[in-house]
C-alpha cells in the first residue's frame, strides 16, 4: 500500500510502535525521550497515556503523528512505515491519515466552526467522508455552527477541534490534553465525545492526559516513565 492511499481505498490496521527510540544530544549531554517504546493500537480503540511532566508523553505523540523521526524503530500506520517516508511524503501522510486534537482547539480565530471543517477539506482536495455538517452535528454543535471561536466556550471549542480532526476520515487520532482548560464536568463530556467518536469512527486514538477522572472512558490506560511506556 502507497502513501497516497484514500481514506475510501485504504485498510485500517491501526497505530503500531515498534522499538522506539528518541534521543536528543550526544555524550554526557544525550537525553533519552523514548526508550525502546513498543504500542499497539486497534481500529475503534481509545487508549490513555498518562505520567509526569517531561515523561515523555509529548514525544510519544510527535514520534506517532510523524511530526518527529524516531532514532530507531518503526510507526506504521495502515500497513505503511512512515518512519521511511521522507519530509515531504510525511506531510502529506499527516494530512491524509492522522488527525490531532490540542489543548486549546487550535482553531483559526477568523473562521466560523462549519468553516473550520471545511478549511480541511479545501486543504486536502477532497470532500470528507462524513460530511461537516454531520460532523458538527455528531459533537453536539449545530447550533453553533456559525459561531466563531472568540464566541464559543473552552467545552465548545474542543467539540470543533475534535470534529475539524476527523474531517479527513484519519486512520490514527492523537489527542494531546484535551481537557487541561475545561472544568469537571466538561472534562467528562469531552472525553466521553473522544471514545464516542473513536468507536464509531473505527479510529485508533491516543490521548495524552494527566486528568485521571476522566480515565473511566477509555478503553485502556497506560503510564509513562523516564521514557518508557507500561501498563498503568
Do not use: W, Y
Not at 510519544?60 to 524516531?70: D, F, I, Q, Y
Not at 518503526?74 to 519530509?87: C, E, I, M, Q, Y
Amino acid at each position: 500500500m502507497t502513501a497516497t492511499a484514500t481514506a475510501s481505498t485504504r485498510v485500517r490496521t491501526g497505530l503500531t510502535l515498534a522499538d522506539i527510540t528518541l534521543t536528543f544530544g550526544t555524550g554526557d549531554l544525550q537525553v533519552v525521550a523514548l526508550d525502546h517504546v513498543d504500542l499497539q493500537v486497534v481500529p475503534g480503540e481509545l487508549v490513555a497515556v498518562v505520567g509526569p511532566s517531561g515523561a515523555g508523553k509529548s514525544s510519544l505523540l510527535a514520534v506517532a503523528g510523524g511530526l518527529a523521526r524516531p532514532t530507531s524503530g518503526s510507526v506504521v500506520v495502515d500497513g505503511v512505515d512512515v518512519t521511511t517516508l521522507s519530509a515531504r511524503a510525511r506531510a502529506t501522510f499527516r494530512r491524509d491519515h492522522v488527525g490531532f486534537v490540542f489543548q486549546s482547539g487550535n482553531l483559526v480565530p477568523a473562521l466560523t466552526a462549519l468553516d473550520q471543517l471545511r478549511l480541511v477539506e479545501h486543504i486536502t482536495g477532497r470532500r470528507a467522508t462524513t460530511p461537516p455538517e454531520a460532523l458538527l452535528e455528531a459533537v453536539g454543535m449545530t447550533a453553533h455552527a456559525h459561531r466563531r471561536p472568540g464566541n464559543l466556550s473552552g467545552g465548545e471549542r474542543q467539540r470543533v477541534g475534535i470534529a475539524r480532526a476527523l474531517v479527513a476520515s484519519p486512520s490514527v487520532l492523537l489527542v494531546d490534553e484535551p481537557t487541561a482548560a475545561l472544568d469537571r464536568r466538561r472534562s467528562h463530556e469531552t472525553v466521553q465525545l473522544l471514545a464516542d467518536q473513536t468507536h464509531r469512527h473505527a479510529v485508533a486514538s491516543v490521548m495524552v492526559t494527566h486528568d485521571h477522572d476522566v480515565l473511566e472512558h477509555c478503553d485502556r490506560v497506560l503510564e509513562m516513565v523516564d521514557g518508557r511506556l507500561r501498563p498503568a
